[in-house]
């Protein structure tokens, strides 16, 4: 499967920028008091005594976050998170039992078909989509094609390793009884989308 050998074989490390305040004194020879962020700061000399107020601001609280890119939109659903191009709709099957997966369509589809879901009888055209349904008796087949043990972002998988000869990633994630499988029409885009996931 080809899929990006970084983000497959590498657990993704996010770097943290942690923001420090430098004070610098000099100047005066006799003994000096810190001070806290917000009061003052008092110098006393023997011979001459003078007073210097600073007011200290303290380093503001930041949260580090992960930015998704403007054009995508990060999709959460039973213990992964994944990253799709914003403009896809997002169906969740559960709550849409008619719904049908179509590959004709750009679209995320979460869950599994209902029993009698309202699908064309002639669809034109092969698009990207992606679908992640919970495995069992329904979708097991959905993982047939994944045989090769690959670790993505930190998470033990197995993977097609003929994706663009199938025509689709398919992805299993054991620990967590999920099945991905995204199919494949702009290579690029789909690349991204399989690279971009791993555990909420």
Same mark, same amino acid.
């Given at each position: 499967?080809?899929?990006?050998?970084?983000?497959?074989?590498?657990?993704?490390?996010?770097?943290?920028?942690?923001?420090?305040?430098?004070?610098?004194a000099c100047g005066s020879?006799?003994?000096?008091?810190?001070?806290?962020?917000?009061?003052?700061?008092?110098?006393t000399s023997s011979s001459?005594?003078?007073?210097?107020?600073?007011?200290? #601001?303290?380093?503001?609280?930041?949260?580090? =976050? %992960?930015?998704?890119?403007?054009?995508?939109?990060?999709? +959460?659903? *039973?213990? !992964?998170?994944?990253?799709?191009?914003?403009?896809?709709?997002?169906?969740?099957?559960?709550?849409?039992?008619?719904?049908?997966?179509?590959?004709?369509?750009?679209?995320?589809?979460?869950?599994?078909?209902?029993?009698?879901?309202?699908?064309?009888?002639?669809?034109?055209?092969?698009?990207?989509?992606?679908?992640?349904?919970?495995?069992?008796?329904?979708?097991?087949?959905?993982?047939?094609?994944?045989?090769?043990?690959?670790?993505?972002?930190?998470? #033990?998988?197995?993977?097609?390793?003929?994706? =663009? %000869?199938?025509?689709?990633?398919?992805?299993?994630?054991? +620990?967590? *009884?999920? !099945?991905?499988?995204?199919?494949?029409?702009?290579?690029?885009?789909?690349?991204?989308?399989?690279?971009?996931?791993?555990?909420?």
């Amino acid at each position: 499967m080809n899929l990006p050998r970084c983000r497959l074989r590498c657990s993704a490390v996010v770097a943290t920028a942690i923001a420090g305040v430098v004070f610098a004194a000099c100047g005066s020879s006799g003994p000096s008091v810190g001070a806290r962020p917000g009061q003052s700061a008092t110098t006393t000399s023997s011979s001459v005594t003078s007073t210097t107020t600073t007011v200290v #601001s303290a380093p503001s609280a930041t949260t580090p =976050t %992960t930015a998704v890119p403007a054009n995508l939109q990060q999709i +959460s659903f *039973q213990g !992964v998170v994944f990253e799709a191009p914003k403009a896809w709709p997002v169906y969740t099957l559960s709550a849409d039992p008619t719904r049908c997966v179509r590959y004709d369509v750009n679209a995320v589809y979460l869950g599994q078909e209902g029993p009698t879901p309202s699908c064309p009888a002639n669809p034109i055209g092969h698009l990207d989509t992606v679908q992640v349904a919970p495995i069992n008796a329904q979708t097991q087949s959905l993982t047939t094609p994944a045989t090769q043990a690959e670790t993505l972002n930190g998470l #033990s998988v197995r993977v097609d390793p003929n994706a =663009t %000869t199938d025509g689709a990633f398919t992805i299993v994630f054991p +620990s967590l *009884q999920l !099945v991905a499988v995204v199919t494949t029409h702009n290579l690029a885009t789909d690349e991204q989308i399989v690279a971009s996931f791993q555990h909420a």
